[in-house]
């Protein structure tokens, strides 16, 4: 026997050997993949129990969402004292550049009382002045009040408009130094004093024509 004849047996047994080894391989069944523990404790939870909540539907009915007394609580704030009836109405809010005024209006004829920051009023202190707001501190905490127009003029028929082709009449006492306008409802607290109308500036009166040829207390002579 030839060493060729050695080889080509050798390699014809190495093949069988591996043919063997794969149907094997193939007929093996698949390892299944490792099951994973449970998380700890789960087994310990309770199962989950519905409440019977059919007592509570005549209430339910009862208070719906949107009924009238349903209100949120009052502040501790306002449950221990706020300003009461005390408090002159907030009747408007002036601001410029150089100043913050709070205008009171007490009840019935009194005069509008014009404030600013840090001045007292029925026994609270003006913290703060904004654009549409008062912030007052006294013996119940911080307090906000808002401008209210008088119940007087809100209650009040509107007036008619003027007939086609005449202007409508304004209000001089509705402007302030500067040409800022107070809206409706709310006192001048500068009434008293000379205010001109914006848009409307004064003009002297032409002087009186002469006719020509004429002369003023001509006499006509004899």
């Given at each position: ?18 043919v ?6 193939l ?5 299944a ?5 449970p ?24 208070r719906?969402?949107?009924a ?16 009461g ?12 550049r ?6 009171f209006q007490?009840a ?21 002045i ?32 003027p007939?086609p ?58």
């Amino acid at each position: 026997m030839t060493p060729r004849d050695l080889a080509l047996g050798g390699l014809g047994i190495a093949s069988a050997i591996l043919v063997v080894v794969i149907a094997l391989e193939l007929a093996a069944p698949a390892a299944a993949p490792p099951r994973s523990a449970p998380p700890a404790g789960l087994g310990d939870l309770p199962e989950a129990t519905t409440e019977d909540v059919s007592g509570l539907v005549p209430t339910i009915l009862a208070r719906p969402l949107f009924a009238a007394d349903r209100r949120p609580k009052a502040s501790p704030a306002a449950a221990s004292g706020g300003p009461g009836d005390q408090m002159p109405r907030l009747a408007g809010i002036l601001i410029d550049r150089t100043q913050r005024r709070a205008i009171f209006q007490p009840a019935g004829d009194g005069k509008p009382m014009v404030l600013a920051e840090g001045d007292q009023i029925a026994g609270w202190q003006i913290q703060q002045i904004a654009a549409s707001s008062v912030t007052l501190t006294g013996p119940g905490g911080n307090q906000t009040l808002e401008p209210k127009p008088d119940p007087a003029l809100a209650a009040a028929p509107p007036v008619p408009p003027p007939p086609p082709g005449v202007p409508a009449p304004q209000n001089p006492r509705q402007y302030l130094p500067g040409g800022l306008q107070l809206p409706p409802g709310v006192p001048n607290p500068f009434a008293g004093q000379a205010t001109a109308t914006p848009g409307r500036p004064q003009v002297a009166p032409p002087p009186a024509s002469r006719q020509p040829g004429s002369a003023p207390n001509a006499q006509k002579r004899r």
